[in-house]
């Protein structure tokens, strides 16, 4: 039995997916103490708890002390089944989160899984569903992991109502991952997503990242989508030769629309001007799949302290060596390898 302690590090519910993932690919039971203990709402909150649901489903686990509120989580996983799943968060808690805590445990099977996902699928502190479609899963199928996904009802927070259908395929074996130059940018384009809203946001939103990031009126576009509840997504693509990466943002109320778009384009300036291939964002959810696979090493913005608290859940179930170097102000490398993997065949520990 592994022990955590989820209140180490950034103490967030970060901690407890990697937990769930990492327990599932490996067959080993962990029991998590002190669950988001310095978080206002300590403990599982709704997205957590689907998370936990989900991953018991999908390979027979005994469970304790799963519930809202809980801080202390004991998982005892048994080999994970492929097949055909649903999933519903209940709020609008993020199903894109939900996905990347299943994704690789359901890889590492021998036949093909389809999952359905009701919840939240733009929410502020998750990642949406287009930077998991265009710049997440593209980036880890480098890696071997292989699946798609398709959105057929926008979920906007505090409604959530979404609906994703996601596809994951067997791993199949890959180099390690060296990704230290982006390479030359060949497209960018903003897209403003717009739910039950006047359609003037989405212009002054546009209206900023043209003027801050030189983009022309065919770089930008506006979605109007149907969904349970108002809401308002910014999102900015990155394509360059090696890899391309989305920035989000996000419409609230009291927030001027100027100021939702300005965040963004702060965020793609830093970016570009840092000259890595990985933002920050991105750094922080490739551990898990670089740990199960052939291992690697990027460069990417200062590593956040969600970063380092994954890389040190990943050390307590993987032999894993983890080397975050610093080349300037803004520019570091992170490399993360497993210390007895070979390229061509499943890292042993998955071999139960």
Same mark, same amino acid.
């Given at each position: 039995?592994?022990?955590?302690?989820?209140?180490?590090?950034?103490?967030?519910?970060?901690?407890?997916?990697?937990?769930?993932?990492?327990?599932?690919?490996?067959?080993?039971?962990? @029991?998590? !103490?002190?669950?988001?203990?310095?978080? &206002?709402?300590?403990?599982?909150?709704?997205?957590?708890?689907? +998370? #936990?649901?989900?991953?018991?489903?999908?390979?027979?686990?005994?469970?304790?002390?799963?519930?809202?509120?809980?801080? !202390?989580?004991?998982?005892?996983?048994?080999?994970?089944?492929?097949?055909?799943?649903?999933?519903?968060?209940?709020?609008?808690? =993020?199903?894109?989160?939900?996905?990347?805590?299943?994704?690789?445990?359901?890889?590492?099977?021998?036949?093909?899984?389809?999952?359905?996902?009701?919840?939240?699928?733009?929410?502020?502190? +998750?990642?949406? /569903?287009? /930077?998991?479609?265009?710049?997440?899963?593209?980036?880890?199928?480098?890696?071997?992991?292989?699946?798609? $996904?398709?959105?057929?009802?926008?979920?906007?927070? %505090?409604?959530?109502?979404?609906?994703?259908?996601?596809?994951?395929?067997?791993?199949?074996?890959?180099?390690?991952?060296?990704?230290?130059?982006?390479?030359?940018? &060949?497209?960018?384009?903003?897209?403003?997503?717009?739910?039950?809203?006047?359609?003037?946001?989405?212009?002054?939103?546009?209206?900023?990242? *043209?003027?801050?990031?030189?983009?022309?009126?065919?770089?930008? =576009?506006? =979605?109007?989508?149907?969904?349970?509840?108002?809401?308002?997504?910014?999102? #900015?693509?990155?394509?360059?030769?090696?890899?391309? @990466?989305?920035?989000?943002? /996000?419409?609230?109320?009291?927030?001027?629309?100027?100021?939702?778009?300005?965040?963004?384009?702060?965020?793609?300036?830093?970016?570009?001007?840092?000259?890595?291939?990985?933002?920050?964002?991105?750094?922080?959810?490739?551990?898990?799949?670089?740990?199960?696979?052939?291992?690697?090493? /990027?460069?990417?913005?200062?590593? =956040?302290?969600? @970063?380092?608290?994954?890389?040190?859940? $990943?050390?307590?179930?993987? %032999?894993?060596?983890?080397?975050?170097?610093?080349?300037?102000?803004?520019?570091?490398? $992170?490399?993360?390898?497993?210390?007895?993997?070979?390229?061509? *065949?499943?890292?042993?520990?998955?071999?139960?």
């Amino acid at each position: 039995m592994i022990e955590i302690d989820g209140s180490m590090g950034e103490g967030g519910g970060q901690i407890v997916r990697t937990a769930l993932a990492l327990s599932m690919c490996t067959g080993a039971a962990v @029991t998590l !103490r002190n669950i988001r203990a310095r978080r &206002s709402k300590p403990g599982l909150r709704a997205q957590h708890l689907a +998370a #936990v649901r989900a991953a018991t489903t999908i390979c027979a686990a005994n469970t304790s002390a799963a519930a809202i509120g809980s801080d !202390r989580l004991t998982f005892e996983p048994r080999p994970v089944q492929p097949g055909r799943y649903e999933v519903d968060v209940g709020t609008a808690g =993020s199903v894109m989160l939900v996905l990347q805590t299943i994704l690789p445990p359901l890889s590492l099977c021998a036949g093909s899984s389809e999952v359905l996902l009701r919840g939240g699928t733009h929410n502020p502190r +998750a990642p949406t /569903f287009e /930077f998991i479609r265009d710049a997440y899963l593209p980036l880890v199928r480098h890696l071997g992991f292989d699946a798609q $996904i398709a959105i057929d009802r926008y979920g906007f927070y %505090p409604r959530g109502g979404g609906l994703v259908r996601a596809r994951i395929d067997p791993w199949t074996p890959r180099p390690a991952l060296e990704l230290l130059v982006r390479g030359a940018v &060949s497209a960018r384009s903003a897209n403003v997503l717009i739910a039950g809203l006047p359609e003037h946001i989405a212009q002054r939103e546009l209206g900023v990242l *043209r003027d801050r990031l030189g983009l022309s009126g065919d770089d930008c =576009s506006t =979605s109007v989508v149907t969904a349970h509840g108002a809401g308002n997504a910014v999102h #900015v693509r990155i394509d360059c030769t090696e890899i391309t @990466t989305v920035f989000a943002g /996000f419409g609230s109320r009291g927030v001027p629309a100027e100021q939702v778009a300005d965040h963004v384009a702060h965020d793609v300036e830093n970016y570009l001007n840092a000259n890595v291939a990985v933002d920050s964002q991105l750094a922080d959810q490739l551990l898990v799949p670089l740990a199960l696979a052939a291992g690697g090493q /990027f460069s990417t913005l200062r590593p =956040s302290a969600h @970063t380092g608290t994954n890389a040190a859940v $990943i050390r307590e179930f993987l %032999p894993v060596d983890y080397e975050p170097r610093e080349l300037a102000d803004e520019r570091w490398t $992170i490399a993360l390898r497993p210390r007895a993997t070979l390229p061509d *065949r499943p890292p042993p520990e998955l071999r139960r």
